[in-house]
């Protein structure tokens, strides 16, 4: 499965972005979904995770209410809405496939497949 992640760009604190991750080479449907994001010199944190079905969302403590992780598996894609964003939002983000157990949605070594990373960048 290749994961191909877009729609970074450069955004005003408090405003709002999308980004999304597409599939090609599998069907995104058997997998379970997060995005991570990593600041240069920093591991990489989990961000939001959605299950395969969609019906149960897991988001950071920093982010909760502000992002809203999604996905359509018709369209083999799962998407990062964030809005009201800070500076400390800035990083490269990362789409990941795989299919962790329950406890383990938070650890990135936990995925099979990774996208390339798009770079969100949240002027103050």
């Known amino acids: 499965v290749q994961l191909q992640a877009s729609g970074g760009g450069l955004v005003q604190a408090g405003g709002s972005l999308r980004v999304s991750c597409s599939a090609s080479?599998?069907?995104?449907?058997?997998?379970?979904m997060a995005w991570f994001r990593q600041d240069p010199g920093k591991e990489r944190e989990f961000v939001a995770g959605?299950?395969?079905?969609?019906?149960?969302?897991y988001y950071a403590d920093s982010v909760k209410g502000r992002f809203t992780v999604s996905r359509d598996n018709r369209k083999n894609t799962v998407y990062l809405q964030m809005n009201s964003l800070k500076s400390e939002d800035s990083a490269v983000y990362y789409c990941?496939?795989?299919?962790?157990?329950?406890?383990?949605?938070?650890?990135?070594?936990?995925?099979?497949?990774w996208g390339q990373g798009t770079l969100v960048t949240v002027s103050s």
């Open positions: 959605i299950r395969r079905s969609g019906s149960s969302t």
């Open positions: 990941a496939a795989g299919r962790p157990a329950l406890s383990a949605m938070r650890s990135a070594s936990m995925y099979y497949y």
């Open positions: 080479g599998g069907t995104l449907s058997t997998y379970d």
